[in-house]
């Protein structure tokens, strides 16, 4: 099955600090979510990007299909940014397949 | 709306108990996906439902995990008899379509002891 690996899998800014998030995935995708599950465990929809970029606020997102990968890029990080970033890939068939996810830590 | 909408948001059990969750999709959702997330495993698909019929439970993990969907606003992930290895926060996401961008509930962490 496809494989779905995220790097880095932690990571710690100080507030402020700006970065960039990786999902390489070994398999075409007919869709590619983000998600940011938060300290409290909730899973927050962030992007749906299957290709192209996509922006919201100090959040964007890449996604190169052909190259099979997608970035997630965090500017002028917050405390409440901290949570795992998860990127989600659906082949074709109604499995979705999550990555490992990214363990950010932003400190004030 | 209200977005999916799980309970509880906590259930402790003692082993061999049965358990129920429950689950109400976004309104007009036709998919409705179950998730089990553990620190070992991740996050693992157990069932999906399109249009209230059961089309994949390959990932439910034994024949104690039954999952029923009813009506397009309503499905149960039971466990019985439960155990402590099935301590996990379940998740219940729905979909316009199986392949469109999937919204998750806020879970329910089960703890079996």
């Known amino acids: 099955g496809i494989q779905v690996e995220q790097s880095p899998p932690d990571l710690i800014l100080q507030e402020g600090a700006n970065s960039t998030l990786r999902c390489n995935f070994s398999d075409s995708v007919n869709n590619l979510q983000w998600f940011h599950q938060n300290p409290w465990g909730q899973l927050i929809n962030l992007f749906y990007i299957p290709s192209g970029t996509k922006q919201n606020g100090r959040l964007s997102a890449t996604t190169v299909a052909t190259e099979r990968y997608s970035l997630l890029y965090i500017s002028s990080s917050q405390t409440t940014d901290s949570g795992v970033y998860f990127c989600?890939?659906?082949?074709?068939?109604?499995?979705?397949?999550f990555g490992a996810g990214t363990r950010l830590f932003v400190k004030a | 709306d209200a977005g999916v909408i799980q309970s509880p948001r906590h259930e402790v059990t003692e082993m061999g108990q049965e358990v129920t969750l429950r689950c109400k999709p976004i309104s007009g959702h036709n998919s409705l996906f179950w998730y089990r997330q553990t620190m070992m495993r991740g996050l693992e698909l157990l069932i999906y439902?399109?249009?209230?019929?059961?089309?994949?439970d390959s990932g439910m993990p034994e024949d104690r995990f039954s999952a029923k969907m009813p009506n397009a606003s309503f499905s149960t992930l039971k466990i019985q008899p439960s155990e402590p290895r099935d301590s996990a926060v379940y998740f219940c996401?729905?979909?316009?379509?199986?392949?469109?961008?999937?919204?998750f509930g806020q879970g329910t962490r089960l703890t079996v002891v």
């Open positions: 996401a729905s979909s316009l379509t199986w392949d469109t961008e999937a919204f």
């Open positions: 439902f399109n249009n209230n019929v059961p089309i994949d």
């Open positions: 989600a890939v659906n082949t074709g068939g109604f499995k979705t397949i």
